[in-house]
């Protein structure tokens, strides 16, 4: 139980498209999502925590109006990053907190390695 | 501020030998709880440990051990008789009441390399 699946694995695209990165939680329902970034050889930070059906919160730093964040539903986030640079390439990973589960727990996805060219 | 700090980047060990991996974390919160992952090269986090502030007692778990200590505030990982399996990088992370319990303060991580 408590699978976190993320589509696509990874992607490739060009300098100024916009990219969306699913984040499902496919075995239970997470009211809360959290979407960290990896950079190469470096650690994971936190870049917004959503919680469903209201809007995301921004880490200092992240531009939210880049890194658009909707949590529609208990079982699903999306991570758009809007018009991306090669600055943007990373490794992105969401987790979920289920509902009836104590409130530190988290479930990561598998992560989604984003190149932009 | 919550911080994780670990202070090895990386360690280099020949398979069988042992490897600790050094966990300091700064909090004022009284309860909180600590983590340790295991990243191997495909990029999945495997979690492998978390513990709370009151639970001070050692765990085992096959050749994993966690040594907890709040009167230095760490929280050390060993790898014993280590295998080439266990090349990853290790992170150990905060999880506080102060940051509502979502966030996980992640170290820097330690990457771990074993060789044959």
């Known amino acids: 139980g408590a699978v976190v699946s993320q589509h696509p694995s990874w992607v490739i695209c060009k300098s100024g498209t916009s990219v969306k990165i699913e984040c499902r939680s496919l075995?239970?329902?997470?009211?809360?999502m959290f979407w960290y970034r990896q950079f190469p050889k470096q650690s994971l930070m936190l870049m917004a925590t959503s919680n469903e059906g209201s809007k995301a919160t921004y880490e200092q730093g992240v531009e939210k109006d880049k890194f658009l964040i909707n949590h529609a539903s208990l079982t699903l986030s999306t991570l758009t990053v809007t018009s991306a640079h090669p600055e943007d390439s990373s490794f992105y990973i969401c987790?979920?907190?289920?509902?009836?589960?104590?409130?530190?727990?988290?479930?990561f996805g598998p992560g989604t390695r984003l190149t932009v060219l | 501020a919550q911080k994780v700090t670990q202070a090895q980047t990386e360690i280099s060990v020949v398979e069988k030998e042992d490897v600790t991996l050094d966990c300091v974390y700064e909090t004022r919160d009284t309860t909180y709880y600590l983590f340790w992952y295991k990243q191997p090269p495909s990029g999945e986090l495997v979690f492998l440990i978390r513990r709370n502030s009151f639970d001070e007692q050692n765990e085992i778990s096959g050749r994993y051990s966690w040594n907890f200590q709040k009167s230095t505030s760490s929280f050390n990982f060993t790898i014993t008789a280590s295998q080439v399996v266990d090349s990853a990088v290790y992170f150990c992370?905060?999880?506080?009441?102060?940051?509502?319990?979502?966030?996980?303060?992640f170290g820097a991580g330690t990457q771990v390399v074993v060789t044959p």
């Open positions: 075995d239970f329902q997470a009211t809360t």
């Open positions: 992370a905060l999880s506080t009441p102060t940051d509502s319990w979502g966030k996980l303060q």
């Open positions: 987790s979920a907190r289920e509902l009836d589960r104590g409130r530190y727990e988290q479930f």
